[in-house]
């Protein structure tokens, strides 16, 4: 009977320890470090060969009037494993020149009266570490021009197009190339127009695929270049006379070319070329939601995340489908507001990020960066926020150890009307997760996120389980105790 007793007694117990672990393991990692970096905004990091980090993004010097900064350029920042900072370069910025642009006898926009153009501004929003030790980077510049025509007179207008940046390990420029729309081929502009580069991927042959918009999203722009930053290709798409806006977010390459997700008066899946012709077209029917974001999930999947309106009310929504645009599944969660990143994790789920205004104040200033974490089958398993309250995070990216970095901007100080240089500043951030650990097996949570911080609920009830479990062992000690001590009076 004293064997049973205690058997039982070890069973209770081990039964017990295994769901703290269970609930431990479903907890969310707490951060490692964080870092901020002079001014102004990231947009994408890379963890770098060395376990160091290189964020590129916009750099500004900030001056104490009406405007938050002036003359911003593409900055790159590297900094070893705990993100201290090593060195950081700017470039492309303030190149002077009194810049005419003109048309040639093929109707391209050509800039004449400067070998170097007056470049206004620039900013990165792509990198890559090249097998030298180097870096390329990609992004955006604004060219200052004059113009004249028969009907149009332009002065100090500008003019935004693509470039990329190659560097050494140091960060010093090896070589510097730019790419222009020409006149648009069977979509011709009536003047210079505006790029926004959303997507930068490196393709098999070491060269790069850029994609973004033109005209101030009326139409997608996809640039192909080699590993020396020679074009070899460009297209722009305009899927439908009636598309009132039209860009690129996403690519990828496939084995016959490549696949494009954008919007082109609506969520749309394109399949290209090898030269950028398109071959598959397909526009999602989901009005009632917004999609802010397109990544690869797992076993052939994507993801659109963004947020749905329920009772005039945003919840965060999750459009799973195949590379042809089926729909695998759809959710929403009704108290998520809305997702505005997602990264998949080893264990098969997800890891999407909500970045939104705080209700109490102006949209323009106030952000907070909340992460959730989703298992395979969608559901919540911990949510909690990162960082600092007037966080906005731009990307996140795994790293080597199973946890996760997150780059954006960080607000401090409340701006005023008249913008105060010693008060507001915004920052380049990077911070670092724990590893993710998955639990080792499937915990009951619900599809919908309850309110409250589930980190602390999770706590609380590990710790109410760890009491019952000491006090059941107490119990049976006690009893196996006097039972002994029974049978030796007897005796």
Not at 57 to 86: C, M, Q, R, W
Not at 139 to 163: D, M, P
Not at 420 to 449: G, N
């Amino acid at each position: 009977m004293e064997r049973k007793t205690a058997f039982a007694a070890i069973i209770i117990s081990a039964l017990m320890f295994t769901m703290l672990i269970q609930f431990a393991a479903a907890e969310p990692p707490e951060l490692q470090w964080e870092n901020t970096y002079g001014y102004l905004s990231g947009f994408m990091a890379i963890q770098t060969r060395d376990q160091g980090y290189a964020i590129v993004g916009t750099y500004a010097d900030f001056v104490a009037t009406f405007e938050p900064y002036n003359n911003y350029s593409a900055t790159l920042i590297k900094t070893d494993s705990d993100g201290k900072l090593l060195w950081q370069k700017t470039y492309i910025t303030n190149t002077g020149g009194n810049t005419q642009l003109t048309l040639d006898e093929n109707g391209n926009f050509v800039l004449f009266g400067s070998q170097n153009p007056a470049v206004v501004s620039s900013g990165a929003n792509a990198v890559f570490q090249t097998a030298d030790g180097g870096y390329v980077i990609a992004g955006t510049e604004t060219w200052l021009y004059n113009f004249e025509s028969s009907s149009v007179s332009i002065t100090n207008g500008k003019y935004t197009i693509f470039f990329l940046l190659k560097t050494d390990s140091d960060g010093n420029v090896v070589w510097h190339k730019t790419y222009e729309p020409g006149n648009g081929g069977n979509n011709n502009f009536t003047m210079p127009v505006n790029a926004a580069l959303n997507k930068v991927i490196q393709t098999d042959d070491g060269g790069y695929l850029m994609a973004g918009s033109l005209n101030l999203g009326e139409f997608g722009w996809v640039v192909k270049v080699d590993a020396s930053g020679n074009k070899q290709w460009q297209k722009i798409y305009r899927l439908g006379q009636n598309d009132s806006y039209a860009q690129v977010y996403y690519a990828e390459q496939t084995s016959d070319g490549y696949l494009l997700a954008g919007n082109f008066g609506g969520n749309c899946l394109l399949k290209i070329s090898s030269e950028g012709e398109v071959t598959y077209f397909n526009r999602l029917n989901d009005s009632r939601s917004t999609f802010t974001n397109f990544f690869k999930g797992h076993d052939g999947t994507y993801l659109w995340v963004g947020f749905s309106r329920i009772q005039n009310q945003p919840a965060g929504s999750i459009l799973s489908v195949d590379a042809n645009g089926n729909v695998v599944a759809n959710k929403t969660y009704p108290h998520a507001g809305s997702f505005n990143l997602g990264v998949p994790t080893t264990d098969g789920g997800y890891l999407l990020a909500q970045t939104l205004p705080l209700p109490f104040m102006p949209v323009f200033s106030s952000f907070n960066t909340t992460l959730f974490k989703l298992d395979a089958a969608g559901n919540v398993e911990w949510h909690k926020m990162y960082g600092q309250i007037l966080d906005q995070t731009n990307v996140i990216f795994p790293t080597a150890d199973g946890g996760f970095g997150l780059v954006g901007t960080r607000l401090e100080g409340y701006p005023q009307w008249k913008y105060d240089s010693t008060t507001y500043k915004q920052w380049i951030f990077l911070a670092k997760t724990a590893p993710l650990t998955a639990p080792s097996t499937a915990l009951p949570t619900p599809t919908v996120p309850e309110a409250g911080d589930n980190g602390q609920n999770l706590f609380i009830l590990a710790l109410v389980i760890a009491i019952v479990a000491v006090t059941i062992v107490a119990i049976l000690t006690v009893i196996i105790v006097r039972r002994k001590q029974r049978m030796q009076v007897k005796s």
